[in-house]
Structure formats: structure tokens, C-alpha cells
């Protein structure tokens, strides 16, 4: 842990209720013992005992950014079968060869832990280029038990070892393996009755998620799971509504879920459910581009009813290969028209409430984590306006330069 005074410089605290991005236009932060010790305008900063201080010669400092939905552990890629659909083969024709989600579990099953650890660094550092100092990472790939416990272990071991806060997801209801799919009920079952408990039994899990749509799991499948969730005291997340109505948001709203992810295709009554039960709508840019979906998030109404929103990659080898954090931010705002401030608030006090970690990170307050980022903009609004040009001065994690 470290002690230190970031001083000359701009700071966008993302609190709300004040100045947009709750902007200081001059001011310090102070750091003690790896948490915010005070930050505020630098002609009011406290006596202090002497510590180490970095003059940011009028640079902006926003929270690190928090990325609540990945899938950033997997073996393989599917950069092949992009290409192909390009030159006009078809999903159906690509999924009959082996393709598609099956060769990701093929490619995961047969990865060792170290391999998957070292390809997950990789995307990783896209992220932490870019800002983030906290990450969501699912499994979901591996669909058995082995290859679950292993994804999550190599999500753990990325949370010890790579300079970044890690929230693990059990995706247990992702797809259906080859090897159930003349009787899902089977792998239903068994997701829910020896997977789960077998991660939570090795410390493993912080939430539970799964993908409710026709073309995956229905509302009953997916209350299977949650109810079990439920009785080993796990929080609960959502992929839900992103190819139709399937009363994803409602079912979330139902179990008090931390969030529903996608949410194209919720109605209002499924965002006046998601206000009630204090749901965070997760926006996922990224598969909206990279499906060519045209049905955007009914983004005027979950701020008509005051449902929270934040901004994550989805980074996955199928759809939404981007591993960029700032990347993120300009397609939310292009694509979903939200404005630059809902988008870095949705990065950062939006998404630390996607995790349930809205009391530690998320903003520049006294008793946080002191996980910052120092970047090169002029305002803060270039953090959504930039595709692809380096702004990231420094990243802080826990008051450590990273």
C-alpha cells in the first residue's frame, strides 16, 4: 500500500448531484494506505504528514475504469470464421464444421490453465492501456465442471497477479454442450446441482449469470440456477433481452440482480421492474456493432425511470472482440446516442454498482480504493470522442503506480 499526493491537476470524481463529471478544476488527492484519504480543490487540502507527490501539470484525473462484463478468459480465437462470414459463409454452415461457440469449448477444454492465464494478459492489456483498474470475468466456455473451476482459477490468479481488482462471474447457463444436447435438462441440472456448488465450495465465485433467450435458456431453466445462487448467498446478473423480448429484465428484476446485461429489447414495463429492484443496465456496444443489430437500448426510458446504466467491453472471441475500455465509451455514445458523462459514469460509479462494489471504487472519494487514472485530454469528454489514440498519462491501483 502506498502513501501519496497526486497534486496539479483536474479531477473528474464522477460523484453526482454537482459539476458535470463532478468536476475539480483545480485539485489534489490524497493518498494513505492504498485508499482516498481526501480529494478536493488543492487550496483546501488538509495538513498532512509528508509523503510522496506527483505534480500532474494540469493533467485529468477520473476513478479507474471498471469493465463489468467479460468474457476475457477462453482458449482459441474466432478470427477464422469472421473471415469467412466475410466472404459469405454462413453461421449455420460455420456452426455445422465445428464452429462457432463449440470450437471456443473445444479450444477451452483442451487449453491448460497457464495458457489461458498468458492468452488472457493479452486482452488484459487492452484494457489497463485504457484505464481499467477493475474487471468482470466469466466463465461460460468451458461447459463442465473441469473446464468452469479452470476458467475461474485463471480468473482468480489474474486478480492476485495482474495489477487489477477481479469480480468472477459463474456463467453457468451459457449454452448447451455438444455432448447434452439430446437432453439439456441433464446439463441444466447438472450447471446447477454440481458446477455451482463445486465453485463455490473452492471460493471461486462472486456472482452467478446466465443467458436468457430463446436461443438459450428459458426464465424457468435460468430461476433453476438463480434459486440455487439464492441459497449459497450469491448475487445474481443477467444477459438479458438482447435478441427479443424474453422477459429478461423482469426475471432480473425478480431475484434483485446486481444487473441485466444487452437489455436491446426491454420493454417498459421490464425497465420500471429493473427501477424498482434497483437493477443496473449494462451496455454492451461492442456485440450491438459487431451483430449489426439495429434495435438500440431503450436508453430514454431507463432515464425516464432512473435505472442506472453502465458501459462494459463484452470482450469475447464471437461477438464483441474489443478490448479497448475508451473504445467502449465512443460506441455507447455513437451507437446508443448517451451523452459523454452518462458513458464515463457508466465506466465507472455506474459499473462499480454493476458489481456490487459501489462503496469502494467507482469514484474519487475520502475511504475508496485509490484505483485512478491520470490521462492526457484537455476535457473529459475526449475519453468518448478518441477511436484508438492513446490517452492514458497513468494508471493507479490501490495508490500504486501501475
Known amino acids: 500500500m502506498s502513501d501519496l499526493l497526486l497534486t496539479d491537476c483536474r479531477l473528474a470524481t464522477m460523484t453526482p448531484g454537482g459539476a458535470p463529471f463532478g468536476a ?23 495538513v498532512h504528514k509528508p509523503v510522496e507527490t506527483h505534480r500532474l501539470d494540469g493533467r485529468w484525473v477520473t476513478p479507474g475504469l471498471v469493465d463489468c462484463h467479460t468474457h476475457l478468459v477462453f482458449g482459441g480465437d474466432r478470427s477464422g470464421e469472421f473471415e469467412q462470414r466475410l466472404n459469405g459463409v454462413s453461421y449455420e454452415a460455420i456452426a455445422r464444421a465445428g464452429g462457432g461457440i463449440v470450437s471456443t469449448m473445444t479450444a477451452t477444454r483442451a ?15 487492452g484494457l489497463t492501456a485504457t484505464g481499467v483498474t477493475t474487471v468482470e470475468i ?27 481488482r477481479v469480480r468472477t462471474s459463474y456463467l453457468g447457463l451459457h449454452a448447451v454442450p455438444p455432448e447434452h444436447r439430446a437432453d439439456r435438462g441433464a446439463y441444466v441440472g447438472k450447471a446447477v446441482d454440481e ?3 463445486a465453485a463455490h465450495a473452492e471460493g471461486l465465485v462472486d456472482a452467478v449469470d446466465a443467458y436468457c433467450e430463446p436461443i438459450a435458456f428459458s426464465v424457468e431453466e435460468v430461476g433453476r440456477l438463480f434459486d440455487r445462487a439464492r441459497a449459497l448467498g450469491l448475487p445474481v446478473k443477467l444477459h438479458a433481452d438482447q435478441l427479443s423480448d424474453g422477459g429478461g429484465a423482469a426475471l432480473a428484476a425478480k431475484y434483485g440482480a446486481l444487473s ?21 443496465a449494462v451496455l454492451l456496444p461492442g456485440a450491438f456493432l459487431m451483430l449489426r443489430e439495429t434495435q438500440a437500448p431503450p436508453v430514454e426510458l431507463l432515464r425516464r425511470h432512473g435505472v ?50 459501489a462503496n469502494e471504487i467507482g469514484t474519487i472519494e475520502a475511504g475508496k480504493a485509490a484505483d485512478l487514472a491520470v490521462w492526457d485530454v484537455e476535457r473529459p469528454a475526449e475519453l468518448c470522442y478518441w477511436l484508438g489514440k492513446p490517452l492514458l498519462h497513468q494508471r493507479y491501483f490501490g495508490g500504486a503506480a501501475a
Open 260 to 280: 441485466a446485461d444487452h437489455v436491446e429489447h426491454t420493454t417498459e414495463a421490464g425497465v420500471r421492474a429493473m427501477a424498482e429492484a434497483g437493477v443496473v
Open 24 to 46: 475539480i478544476e483545480d485539485g489534489a488527492v490524497l493518498v494513505e494506505d492504498g485508499r482516498i484519504a481526501w480529494a478536493g480543490p488543492r487550496d483546501d487540502l488538509p
Open 111 to 125: 487449453a491448460p490453465e497457464e495458457a489461458l492465464y498468458a492468452s488472457a494478459l493479452t486482452r488484459l492489456a
Open 195 to 197: 458446477i455451482l456448488p
Open 308 to 357: 442506472g446504466m453502465a458501459v462494459a467491453t463484452d470482450c469475447n472471441p464471437g461477438t464483441s472482440p474489443v478490448a479497448s475500455m475508451t473504445a467502449a465509451l465512443n460506441l455507447a455514445c455513437v451507437q446508443f446516442r448517451i451523452t459523454p458523462e452518462e458513458a464515463l459514469a457508466g465506466a465507472t460509479r455506474g459499473a462499480a454498482k454493476a458489481l456490487g462494489l
Open 138 to 164: 466469466k466463465s461460460g466456455y468451458g461447459l463442465d465442471r473441469d473446464s468452469e473451476l479452470k476458467m475461474l482459477r485463471v480468473a482468480r490468479r489474474i486478480g492476485r497477479e495482474a495489477g487489477v
